[in-house]
């Protein structure tokens, strides 16, 4: 995936960019009617600080060679290892469709999935479909974190 800064948008530009989705996010999150799914956010625990760690790191990284990825992989085990209990299956569903994606981009000599052909992305897609699902609700609580802990 391109760089966005080489394409000319500014970091303040990004960092409005992010605020609006998380913030949205975060509205959306708290604004269902129902109680089910939702989570409580402690801004404190320290996956929400290896969370940040995986982003900026992800963000400051081409994510295109095999030490990228092995770093970031490293970084979700860390993840993985410091949520809570209840937290702890979905987590490794995260890992293992991170491990995947590593095993498959390296068969692709680590192009981003952007550039992946569309028949292998939408295979993979396919594939990790439901896992992804799950794996979106703790995405979503960490990108909670990562906004409460700006303000």
């Not at 995986?54 to 970084?75: G, P, R």
């Not at 209840?86 to 987590?91: C, D, F, R, S, Y």
């Not at 909670?144 to 303000?151: A, Q, Y």
């Amino acid at each position: 995936m391109p760089n966005p800064l080489r394409l000319g948008f500014s970091s303040d530009f990004l960092s409005l960019f992010y605020y609006f989705f998380y913030s949205l996010s975060l509205v959306l999150l708290f604004s269902c009617s129902s109680n089910e799914g939702r989570v409580e956010i402690d801004s404190d625990f320290i996956y929400c600080e290896v969370w940040e760690e995986i982003e900026m790191f992800a963000n400051s990284s081409e994510m295109n060679s095999k030490s990228d990825w092995d770093k970031k992989t490293e970084l979700i085990e860390r993840l993985v290892s410091k949520l809570p209990d209840e937290w702890k299956q979905t987590g490794s569903i995260y890992l293992n469709i991170v491990k995947a994606r590593v095993e498959l981009l390296a068969q692709y000599d680590y192009l981003s999935p952007q550039e992946l052909p569309n028949v292998v992305l939408k295979t993979f897609i396919d594939n990790y479909y439901e896992d992804q699902q799950k794996a979106d609700k703790l995405m979503n609580l960490f990108k909670n974190c990562m906004l409460i802990n700006r303000f």
